[in-house]
């Protein structure tokens, strides 16, 4: 495995300091050993003076004695000192790894505030490469679930023309300058009642008009929230939080990759239900090659989603 910058240097230092440290600075308890040698050696020799060998026996303790107390002292610097130092290292680490919400003028998005996990040191190479990518990714799911949104907004305002039985251009005109979406599913609702009054499409379209009021508001999220990093165990994702970062919980909702592709899959779904409804209504279903009978049923029921299996567009949801 790659040792990155900081261990390399870390381990450099380490050894020279167990080579060169305890050369410069001793212990005072390596005085007091010595101290304590000597002490000892005087009284061997006064005991051992007047017998044969005694003194070459006091002479041999006492060089043991000093051996012991300078490798002592020595292991003591060498290792400990080194031992604290990573362990304070791995600490402080550890401990700075946690995320932390920093406000922040990122590199991707010139004014966006984010909420950085402050991570461990990379490679620096690698660390861009693999943010750029998480980034990219974040962002070309949100530019398909917008645009996949956009879609469901002129399946509205088709079945709007249909409504008010008025040209796509002038019904057009009236959809897009109403900026209000509760108010233009309101509209809408109305409007379905006063064409077709108790219809036996009104199931559907009350279903509908609830599930794209869902769609509505999830749509505001992913335009109005921001980027925010993350980093879990070395791996950067990127995520949609909602711009108020000063009042954050750990409950605060977050929109990923996958909730903004599933928004993408319900998006299209709905907007082909509406085609087809939009179709069916106006009678065109009838003349084209596509039976009317299984959207006919739909039709009548409220729309579910997922949908089950057998329904037309069930396989087409399952297409990669």
Not at 7 to 22: D, F, K
Not at 100 to 107: R, T
Not at 200 to 210: L, M, P, R
Not at 233 to 247: E, F, H, P, S
Request: a positive charge.
């Amino acid at each position: 495995m790659r040792l990155i910058t900081w261990q390399r240097i870390g381990i450099i230092a380490s050894v020279i300091w167990v080579v060169a440290g305890p050369t410069y600075f001793h212990l005072s308890r390596e005085d007091n050993d010595k101290r304590a040698a000597r002490d000892q050696y005087q009284r061997c020799i006064q005991n051992q003076a007047t017998k044969q060998g005694g003194v070459e026996r006091c002479n041999k303790d006492l060089r043991q004695a000093l051996a012991v107390a300078h490798w002592t002292s020595w292991g003591q610097l060498a290792f400990i000192p080194v031992a604290v130092g990573w362990g304070l290292v791995f600490l402080v680490r550890r401990i700075r790894g946690r995320p932390k919400a920093i406000s922040v003028h990122g590199p991707y998005g010139a004014n966006a505030l984010r909420e950085v996990a402050v991570p461990p040191a990379k490679d620096n190479e690698d660390r861009i490469r693999a943010r750029k990518e998480a980034y990219d990714q974040l962002r070309i799911a949100r530019a398909e679930a917008i645009q996949f949104y956009a879609g469901l907004e002129r399946a509205l305002c088709s079945l709007l023309a249909n409504f008010l039985e008025a040209s796509p251009d002038t019904a057009a005109t009236l959809f897009y300058r109403n900026a209000n979406a509760n108010s233009r599913n309101e509209i809408l609702l109305r409007l379905f009642e006063k064409r077709y009054g108790n219809s036996e499409y009104a199931a559907f379209w009350k279903s509908a008009i609830n599930r794209i009021g869902g769609l509505d508001r999830r749509r505001n999220e992913i335009v109005h929230w921001q980027e925010a990093e993350f980093e879990d165990a070395g791996k950067i994702r990127v995520q949609l939080i909602a711009g108020n970062l000063w009042d954050r919980t750990p409950n605060s909702g977050s929109l990923g990759i996958e909730e903004l592709k599933d928004f993408t899959a319900e998006c299209d779904f709905v907007t082909k239900s509406l085609n087809m409804f939009d179709v069916l209504l106006n009678g065109a279903l009838e003349k084209s090659a596509v039976s009317t009978e299984p959207w006919h049923d739909i039709c009548q029921k409220p729309m579910i989603y997922p949908p089950p299996d057998g329904h037309p567009l069930s396989k087409v949801e399952q297409e990669p």
